[in-house]
């Protein structure tokens, strides 16, 4: 079975730039969610969705940051404009999702972005 | 939002030896999440624990749980090269949104 997937694997970019990482969720799973992983800050929830519906975005830096959801399957995290202290890895993981159980979440392999 | 400390930060031991990692909060979790990262790849889930007390055996991997739902420790009997990596706690704030620690990085030396 295909595991999440994400591109780019890998982005380089000037500051300033638009910055646009993809994500497809585990067919079948019902929440989404983008972290980005830093040295400094270790790993850090952005924000999660249920049923492509944002849930809680209290992580999201500021308001450069955005992101979308259109359909169960894909999903778009945006930096307008992006900054080098933006460096980081950004995962995408999904799960599925049912009442309040914890269920575990499956990781992308992410997209190590460097913005110069 | 609840904090997850993790130590050690780094281990470096020879294969064959036990280690004992320890990931620590003030806050109670309903449930915690121990994940694993290689270079390169996203964290894998290894294990989760819900009940205060509760112990879960994964081949050589031993996690529990706190009594009181605060902290957590992953021993590992006979490390293997294989077992190198980022080990991660991960403790549910609420259901679905976890926090998680800094990491432990894990290095079994031949």
């Known amino acids: 079975d295909a595991g999440v997937i994400q591109s780019p694997r890998h982005e380089v970019t000037e500051m300033g730039q638009e910055v646009t990482l993809r994500c497809k969720p585990i067919s079948g799973h019902n929440s989404l969610f983008w972290y980005r992983q830093t040295m400094m800050r270790g790993l850090e929830l952005l924000i999660y969705f249920n049923n492509n519906v944002p849930i809680d975005d209290s992580g999201m830096p500021e308001d450069r940051f955005s992101a979308k959801m259109p359909n169960a399957s894909f999903s778009t995290l945006k930096i307008q404009p992006s900054e080098p202290r933006d460096s980081a890895v950004y995962f995408c993981?999904?799960?599925?999702?049912?009442?309040?159980?914890?269920?575990?979440?499956?990781f992308g392999d992410g997209t190590r972005l460097s913005i110069l | 939002t609840q904090l997850l400390e993790q130590s050690p930060q780094f281990l470096s031991i020879q294969e064959g030896e036990n280690l004992t990692v320890y990931c620590n909060s003030s806050s109670v979790f309903s449930s915690l999440q121990w994940y694993r990262q290689e270079p390169g790849e996203g964290p894998v889930l290894l294990v989760t624990?819900?009940?205060?007390?509760e112990v879960k055996k994964l081949k050589r991997l031993t996690f529990q749980f706190g009594d009181a739902r605060k902290d957590s420790s992953l021993h590992i009997t006979a490390a293997q090269t294989g077992d190198t990596g980022l080990y991660l706690c991960a403790g549910a704030e609420r259901a679905q949104k976890l926090v998680f620690g800094q990491g432990t990085r894990l290095t079994i030396n031949p």
């Open positions: 624990v819900v009940t205060g007390g």
């Open positions: 993981a999904s799960s599925f999702h049912r009442g309040a159980s914890n269920q575990p979440q499956h």
